[in-house]
């Protein structure tokens, strides 16, 4: 029996005891995507029709695929009718139960290729499909929602959020408590789901306190009422126009992006407060421009010579001064300058009468944690502010 596939959003999916609740709508605008059954069908999102290209698949492969597709919740499965007819009776019907199966017969190659071109454009009929467009950088303008005015400057607010357990984000769910939220405080707030992020776009707060508020209110909501494991919420600056919706967005996701990889999750950031990192997205979203050279050196020579020049490279950026690096390093102060002098050997760099230098390699190691090469830094307190005296 072959499930319509606008009803499988609808069905609760129960499996080795754990139930799936799916969303209750899916996107306008729904993904098909090819897949294989080798590996994780790690390209398959919630709502999305996968394409299995291959005309023979072992029914265990076959199972666990379904299995995978079922856990991301994807809308159906799409196979050529040579793999159909080859399955039992019995286990075709297995499958259908937990996962709609859909099945196109002899011109299976020209169908897939149809069904796998990229999407077009959206019209102007779907201002939704449009602001989504918009926020990837695909489409410069468009028909926004009414609610959403290209000349009011916005901010948005970006939401990372992860599940408990082995189940499906409730996306759809994850954007009706942020935009409820975001209504409470803005009339003409929007709320959209891009490429598994919840956004939401909101006026311009005057003073900081009052979005990042709004942020704290969401995480709050989205943990107790989803029962999130885990969720970062980024902020991005104010803009106007079509540009500043795609500017704040990016900076949003940036901050939420950079805030869980390098101090954790649970938490409300703007995009201010990244400092130096908040320059550092275009390098890493193209990782042909993110120069990381200096530090591979370093770390590739320590591991080599079991020496430790790049925790005395950081030290001395921290402490400003090679005595202070060799109190916190509890080393003699001769002993950092010998290390100092083997950095500048190996990378060609002075970092410590070059200033150019200095800041060329203190950007390359915040590059390289952003990427992974090292290891995520502990979340510096923020100072506190003295009490005035009385007198």
Do not use: C
């Amino acid at each position: 029996m072959i499930e319509p596939v606008e009803k499988a959003a609808q069905r609760t999916v129960s499996r080795r005891r754990k139930v799936v609740v799916l969303p209750d709508a899916l996107p306008v605008q729904r993904r098909v995507v090819s897949v294989k059954a080798t590996g994780p069908a790690d390209e398959v999102g919630i709502g999305d029709l996968a394409v299995l290209e291959r005309k023979s698949v072992a029914s265990r492969t076959l199972s666990r695929l379904v299995e995978d597709l079922v856990a991301r919740g994807a809308a159906g499965l799409i196979v050529p009718q040579e793999l159909a007819d080859s399955l039992p009776q019995a286990e075709r019907e297995d499958i259908a139960e937990r996962l709609p199966l859909m099945v196109v017969g002899a011109d299976f190659e020209r169908s897939a290729d149809r069904l796998l071109r990229p999407t077009p454009a959206p019209t102007a009929s779907h201002p939704d499909a449009v602001l989504r467009s918009i926020l990837r950088g695909q489409a410069p303008a468009g028909a926004l929602p009414s609610n959403l005015e290209a000349g009011r400057p916005v901010r948005a607010l970006a939401i990372l959020a992860h599940p408990d357990e082995r189940v499906p984000l409730p996306l759809s769910k994850l954007e009706e408590v942020v935009a409820t939220e975001a209504l409470l405080s803005d009339p003409r707030a929007h709320a959209a789901t891009v490429d598994g992020v919840v956004v939401a776009l909101t006026g311009n707060y005057v003073r900081p306190n009052e979005i990042e508020g709004l942020g704290r209110a969401m995480l709050h909501r989205a943990r107790s009422a989803l029962l999130l494991s885990s969720a970062t919420v980024g902020i991005g600056r104010p803009y106007a126009g079509t540009e500043g919706l795609r500017r704040t967005y990016r900076e949003a996701l940036w901050a939420a992006t950079v805030a869980e990889s390098l101090w954790g999750d649970n938490r409300v950031i703007t995009f201010r407060e990244l400092g130096i990192y908040g320059m550092l997205e275009p390098y890493v979203r193209d990782p042909a421009t993110a120069d990381t050279e200096d530090v591979e050196r370093l770390i590739a020579y320590d591991k080599k010579n079991h020496t430790a020049l790049l925790p005395t490279v950081e030290a001395f950026f921290d402490a400003g001064s090679s005595g202070d690096a060799a109190a916190a390093l509890f080393v003699h102060r001769n002993t950092i300058s010998y290390r100092l002098r083997a950095v500048k050997r190996v990378t060609g760099l002075d970092i410590v009468d070059e200033a150019d230098a200095r800041l060329l390699l203190e950007v390359q190691l915040r590059l390289a944690r952003l990427r992974g090469l090292l290891p995520a830094i502990p979340e510096r307190p923020k100072p506190k502010r003295r009490a005035r005296s009385s007198s």
